[in-house]
């Protein structure tokens, strides 16, 4: 940004240049502006389609319900990894998330988030199967082919190949490359997805299961691993 800007009025020369210098894939956005240190002429612009972030509102309006803190998933989990000591500031990480039927991708390079997307996985929810697993918690299972699904991930597989060669040789300016990839999420299948990608590419995997966790944080799951994050984010 230009140095003339005072931190105060970043948020508004950002919503400024939106459709010119700031060009977005979806209208009306709701930004916000993080300066981390002020005066190196860089800053780091969150943005969000209005329209489900005014459902979420919506909806937590109409049960009387005021949440003390809000985050994007990719933040909550890099914040669990950063207190389980798992992040060095000198590397350069692919962070996946996987869900039943979706992933979310996330690049964080020294320090910084350099790339997010979010991947649905076109997988039919009616044959998955939720079963009680305790007091306000379901464990869920495939009641299909599993092959049908495994397509699923592989085709994930290449997708996270052109993310990082897109990282590479387009966003790193020191055309540096991933150095490690992490697995998360609350998909039953995530020893299987892990064992996939090792199959596929020659990097460090770290998998983050519930024994892992169980480590660090006994009593929780890998399916936690994301609400433990916004618990511990710090709210004023």
């Given at each position: 940004?230009?140095?003339?800007?005072?931190?105060?009025?970043?948020?508004?020369?950002?919503?400024?240049?939106?459709?010119?210098?700031?060009?977005?894939?979806?209208?009306?956005?709701?930004?916000?502006?993080?300066?981390?240190?002020?005066?190196?002429?860089?800053?780091?612009?969150?943005?969000?389609?209005?329209?489900?972030?005014?459902?979420?509102?919506?909806?937590?309006?109409?049960?009387?319900?005021?949440?003390?803190?809000?985050?994007?998933?990719?933040?909550?989990?890099?914040?669990?990894?950063?207190?389980?000591?798992?992040?060095?500031?000198?590397?350069?990480?692919?962070?996946?998330?996987?869900?039943?039927?979706?992933?979310?991708?996330?690049?964080?390079?020294?320090?910084?988030?350099?790339?997010?997307?979010?991947?649905?996985?076109?997988?039919?929810?009616?044959?998955?199967?939720?079963?009680?697993?305790?007091?306000?918690?379901?464990?869920?299972?495939?009641?299909?082919?599993?092959?049908?699904?495994?397509?699923?991930?592989?085709?994930?597989?290449?997708?996270?190949?052109?993310?990082?060669?897109?990282?590479?040789?387009?966003?790193?300016?020191?055309?540096?490359?991933?150095?490690?990839?992490?697995?998360?999420?609350?998909?039953?299948?995530?020893?299987?997805?892990?064992?996939?990608?090792?199959?596929?590419?020659?990097?460090?995997?770290?998998?983050?299961?519930?024994?892992?966790?169980?480590?660090?944080?006994?009593?929780?799951?890998?399916?936690?691993?994301?609400?433990?994050?916004?618990a511990l984010k710090e709210v004023k």
């Amino acid at each position: 940004h230009p140095d003339d800007v005072e931190p105060s009025k970043l948020r508004e020369y950002a919503e400024m240049e939106i459709g010119y210098s700031i060009h977005l894939p979806f209208d009306d956005p709701l930004i916000d502006v993080f300066d981390p240190v002020e005066g190196d002429g860089k800053a780091m612009m969150f943005a969000a389609n209005s329209e489900p972030v005014n459902q979420y509102i919506n909806l937590l309006l109409d049960i009387h319900t005021y949440p003390e803190a809000a985050d994007v998933r990719a933040l909550c989990n890099l914040r669990l990894l950063e207190s389980m000591n798992l992040l060095d500031d000198t590397k350069t990480y692919l962070l996946t998330n996987w869900l039943i039927n979706e992933l979310s991708i996330t690049i964080y390079s020294k320090g910084n988030v350099e790339f997010q997307r979010f991947q649905p996985l076109d997988t039919d929810l009616s044959k998955w199967k939720a079963k009680e697993a305790g007091e306000h918690q379901l464990d869920f299972s495939y009641l299909g082919e599993f092959d049908e699904y495994r397509m699923l991930i592989t085709d994930q597989m290449l997708e996270l190949e052109r993310i990082m060669d897109f990282f590479r040789f387009s966003i790193s300016k020191e055309q540096n490359g991933i150095d490690e990839i992490i697995v998360m999420g609350d998909n039953p299948n995530l020893n299987n997805i892990h064992s996939h990608l090792k199959q596929n590419f020659e990097l460090p995997i770290k998998l983050i299961n519930d024994q892992f966790m169980k480590k660090h944080y006994p009593g929780f799951k890998a399916k936690h691993a994301a609400l433990l994050g916004l618990a511990l984010k710090e709210v004023k």
